[in-house]
Every structure is written in structure tokens, then in C-alpha cells.
């Protein structure tokens, strides 16, 4: 018993670990229809309900104007886009490494590197902008290459630096100021000597002789340090404020003080600050692994969209890569699916269309059902895992069969699916024939859409065998705004047709009270698939097919069954 418990608790502690650091994204196909959208949303707050998890709803085109009613109505917001699944930037480990300021330190900047074991550190503003790089290599070099006396004062380094670096006091002087001019020296010779070499403005290492503390003050010296803890004399501190004379004691001797000083001078002085490489945490992995692997960094920048930065990634980041998790709904054909899908791991697919053509690398749990729409199984699936559904996700799923089954006139709906929409409607407090009237007349109301968005409203691609073609429908309650519609769409379908690269387009212009559609089309052998489809008596101008309102039931088995024979 307690080794199954034990079990229990780590399986449990496992999914709450995945809950954390897991998302699980929830998308219909790239043209979404009312069910697409409202099967993401429920399906997304019944999984998370159930799991624990964190799955969001997402949708990969643009809601059609019957959707933004239905969202609209029941106070629902829209799910975000999600135009592409390929892994990016933000897939991957970012490391949260916290941006510098361009004054402090190079002593600072190596031991933030040393204490959080990174090679590169960024260096941003006020606003956590980034300004520029500072790398293991460049302190190096600083350290290495500098033989500059005057190395200090050109850096502007602040004397805030200075004491920081030397552990030191100030005994005398403002400690914001910046050293602006002078050399760096050390008073080992006598006094007579060191007033041949000290300049006005020069910075003196020195010991606790009062006579050469005396002598750097009188020549103009603009810094003493004062080394091994000596004491100050009163004398010394009134004489270095009546010159303007800044003192700093320091415990270190003169050798020490001397290795460390230039370890004070700002990183801003030998930063990169140009031609930096960086990327948003929006990028793809498959445009800047090219980019990683021509430059010889260790570390590259990553950045939010507002350029404030998010943290660092290396060429090593990029093999833990985690790829996106999804679950499919109302689709299982991979033309009709996002962008990118070949680069993530599909977790579930929910569907009531035919077996398509998706496939998966591993095992993923597959519900398929002839039901007339997708919300239908999703219904189902809220009732089988006992979870109570609220009023808004009723009204989402009703509308959804509403929709798909043009309010039960479609062939392809089911006695399942008008029971769960009256039960639903119910819940929702909605009479689901006079809603759904609403619904589709806000769906039709195209006067201000342009050809392109009344196309691409609702547009599917499909192909048998070696012949592919697109199949676009839009619904209409009425003959009149029909007929506009029409007018628009006609000249365009050449367009679209040449733009897809497809073999033949075809477009349902469906009448739901009247429950028919008039059929547009395109392509070079498009009328004579439609003579065998439908059993046409002769070619006309105007294809009206009496009874077919589904794409799904009636048009697209059809259109197979004749691609099929021809071939």
C-alpha cells in the first residue's frame, strides 16, 4: 500500500511538474468556421479542467463574422493566432541572465560572471533595453592589453568604482564623481623626485609618508590612495579638500592597488555595443541555427517583442529544443492544418470529418465520430468526465452544431447532435432555431467585406490521388444577399485559383431555408467533374443543386467519387 501510494504521489507530482512547464495548444484549421473556434475553447477549458494542465485555445486564421457574433453573444473573448507550430525561440531554455548597467565595474562584471558561471553578460539602460556585450574575453583583454597610464581617466571610471574595487574609504571628495584626466602612478621615490613626474590630475598610489602625501596634494595631484590602512592626518585631510584633492584609503598595499585599479574602469569602455547579434523570442529555430553557426559566440540575446531583454541563448540551447504540443480539432487533413505541424508533437485530434491525411510520429489519442459536428463530441466528452458545464461554453458548443448542421437541415446531422444542441441551448438559456436565425444572418452580412475575405471565410483544400481542389462555402438565409455575393466572387475566383495552384476551385453558395446551393467554379476539367458528380444533364453557365447543403456529406464525396472514376 505504500509503494502505491508512494506511485501515486509521484505520478501526480509529475503532472503537476508538466502542469507548470507544460502548454498544450487547442486549434481548429487554418480557415476556422463557429465550430473550429468554439470546439478550441471548450475542449481547451475541459482539458485543463481534467488534467490540471495548462491548454489554451488557439486558432489559425481569421474568425468570420458568424463566429465574432457567437463570441460576442456570449461574452467570450477570441483565441489568439497561432499562424505557425514550428519550434521558436522561446521553445527553448532561455537562461534568465540579469542585465548590467554600463558603469559598473570590470571586477563586478567577472565576479557576476564567476558567481552565475556564464561567459557573457548584457548590458542594458534604465528600461532594460539593451545597450551592449560584455564577454569573459573582453575583460581578458582589458586586463592583458592595457599598458596605458591614463587608461582610467579616459574611461571616465567613477570613483564609486574605485573604492569598490580596492575596498576602500573615501576619506576626502564625492564618490559620484568620475576621474577626467590624469595618469595613474606610484610615489615609490622621494619627494624631491616625485615632483618631476606628478602632473595636475593624476591619480598617486603612495604609503603613509606624510611628506609624499604632502607633495602629490601641493603638485595638483587630483587623487591619493592611500595604502596598507594608514592613517590620515588632519593636516593632510584640511590641505586635500583646499585643493580639491580627493583622498581614498584602502587596507591592500601599493602592489595590490596597483593590479587592481584597472579592474575599476567601467564595462561601458569595453563593451560591444554595435553590429550586436540578437533574436526575439518569437524566432524560429530553423532561421537563426544558420545564423548561430557562422558566428563563434558562446552567448547570443534574447529579446521580448518590445525589445526589452529576456534572457540568453547558445548553439548548445537548441538540442533541448522542446517541440509544441497540440491538439487538433475539427480536422485531420494536413492541408488544412497550420503551418509548421510536421515540427511539433500532436497530442490528440478530435474530429468528425473523414480519416485525412495527418500523420503522427507516436501513438495519439484519436476520437473520430459521424456526427454532424465537432462540439457534438466535445458535449459528450464533458458529460463522460462528469464536468459541469458553464453557461458560456453551452452557448459556444450549441451554436457550433447550430452551424455545422445548419440548423438540423444538413444530411450530415444526427439525432445525437440535435439532442445535444437543445440540451445545450437549454443550459445557455437560448431558443436555438430563432438564435441561430441571428447567428447566420450576421454570418451573411458581407456588404463591407471584400471579395478576398468573403473567399477565404470559410475555404478548405482537398485531393484525390494526384488531383487537388479547394472548396469554399458561405451560408445565406435569404436569395438577395446571395446574389450579391455572388456578383463579388465570380471575378475572383480566377484569382484565387491561380494564386493556389490548384487543379480546379469550387464555391458553395448555400441557401438554408430554402436548403440548396449554387455552385461557382474553376478550373480546366472543374464542369466536367461536376457532369459526373451530380449526374448533369448538359453544361451550363449556373450549376444549382437542389437538397445539397453539406460540403462535407454531399459535395466533397461527390467530387471524390468522380476524381476517382476518372482516374
Request: with cysteine; glycine share 6%.
Amino acid at each position: 500500500m505504500k509503494n502505491k501510494e508512494k506511485e501515486r504521489r509521484k505520478a501526480k507530482g509529475v503532472i503537476q511538474k508538466m502542469a507548470e512547464n507544460t502548454v498544450i495548444y487547442v486549434l481548429g484549421h487554418t480557415n476556422p468556421d463557429t465550430d473550429s473556434i468554439c470546439s478550441a475553447i471548450a475542449y481547451a477549458d475541459l482539458k485543463s479542467k481534467i488534467t490540471g494542465m495548462d491548454y489554451r485555445p488557439k486558432r489559425a486564421g481569421q474568425i468570420n463574422p458568424e463566429t465574432w457574433f457567437v463570441l460576442d453573444y456570449f461574452h467570450v473573448n477570441a483565441p489568439s493566432y497561432l499562424p505557425d507550430v514550428r519550434t521558436q525561440v522561446k521553445d527553448i531554455e532561455i537562461r534568465k541572465v540579469q542585465g548590467v548597467r554600463k558603469n559598473i565595474s570590470l571586477k563586478k562584471a567577472w565576479e557576476l560572471m564567476t558567481e552565475n558561471n556564464v561567459v557573457t553578460l548584457p548590458i542594458v539602460n534604465g528600461n532594460n533595453e539593451l545597450i551592449g556585450l560584455i564577454t569573459i574575453g573582453d575583460i581578458a583583454k582589458s586586463y592583458m592589453d592595457v599598458y596605458d597610464s591614463k587608461i582610467i581617466s579616459t574611461a571616465r571610471t567613477p570613483y564609486l568604482n574605485i573604492l569598490e574595487t580596492l575596498e576602500g574609504q573615501m576619506v576626502v571628495g564625492d564618490e559620484d564623481a568620475c576621474v577626467e584626466n590624469g595618469k595613474v602612478l606610484i610615489a615609490a621615490a622621494n619627494p624631491d623626485l616625485m615632483e618631476s613626474y606628478i602632473e595636475p590630475g593624476d591619480i598617486v598610489i603612495l604609503g603613509n609618508r606624510y611628506e609624499s602625501q604632502l607633495c602629490a596634494i601641493e603638485m595638483n595631484a587630483k587623487c591619493i590612495i592611500v595604502c596598507d590602512g594608514a592613517m590620515v592626518s588632519f593636516t593632510i585631510t584640511k590641505l586635500a579638500e583646499n585643493k580639491g584633492c580627493t583622498i581614498i584609503k584602502t587596507k591592500y598595499d601599493t602592489y595590490t592597488v596597483a593590479r587592481l585599479i584597472n579592474q575599476s574602469m567601467p564595462i561601458s569602455f569595453f563593451m560591444r555595443d554595435s553590429g550586436l547579434i540578437t533574436f526575439t523570442e518569437d524566432a524560429f529555430i530553423d532561421d537563426i541555427r544558420d545564423i548561430m553557426a557562422k558566428k563563434r559566440h558562446r552567448d547570443f540575446p534574447v529579446l521580448y517583442k518590445n525589445g526589452k531583454l529576456r534572457g540568453m541563448i547558445s548553439r548548445r540551447n537548441l538540442l533541448d529544443a522542446r517541440k509544441k504540443k497540440l491538439v487538433l480539432v475539427d480536422h485531420n487533413e494536413k492541408s488544412q492544418a497550420v503551418d509548421g505541424l510536421d515540427e511539433a508533437e500532436i497530442l490528440e485530434i478530435i474530429d468528425h470529418h473523414r480519416i485525412g491525411s495527418i500523420e503522427t510520429l507516436s501513438p495519439v489519442f484519436f476520437r473520430n465520430q459521424p456526427l454532424g459536428c465537432t462540439a457534438t463530441i466535445i458535449y459528450q466528452m464533458y458529460q463522460e468526465n462528469g464536468v459541469e458545464i458553464s453557461k458560456e461554453t453551452a452557448g459556444l458548443l450549441c451554436s457550433a452544431i447550430l452551424s455545422d448542421t445548419l440548423i438540423f437541415r444538413s444530411p450530415t446531422c444526427t439525432e445525437v447532435d440535435k439532442r445535444a444542441a437543445e440540451e445545450l441551448a437549454e443550459i445557455a438559456g437560448i431558443d436555438p432555431v430563432e438564435y441561430a436565425k441571428k447567428m447566420f444572418m450576421a454570418g451573411s452580412n458581407l456588404k463591407n467585406k471584400s471579395p478576398e475575405e468573403i473567399f477565404y471565410q470559410d475555404f478548405k483544400k482537398f485531393s484525390a490521388g494526384e488531383t487537388s481542389f479547394g472548396v469554399g462555402q458561405i451560408n445565406f438565409m435569404g436569395s438577395e444577399e446571395l446574389e450579391d455575393v455572388k456578383q463579388k466572387l465570380l471575378p475572383y475566383l480566377e484569382k484565387a485559383f491561380s494564386e493556389h495552384g490548384l487543379d480546379m476551385i469550387f464555391f458553395m453558395l448555400t441557401n438554408i431555408m430554402e436548403e440548396s446551393t449554387e455552385l461557382l467554379y474553376c478550373g480546366n476539367n472543374a464542369m466536367d467533374v461536376l457532369e459526373s458528380a451530380f449526374h448533369l444533364p448538359e453544361k451550363k453557365d449556373r450549376i444549382f443543386l437542389k437538397g445539397v447543403v453539406s460540403r462535407k456529406k454531399q459535395l466533397i464525396p461527390a467530387l471524390m467519387g468522380a476524381l476517382q472514376a476518372e482516374g
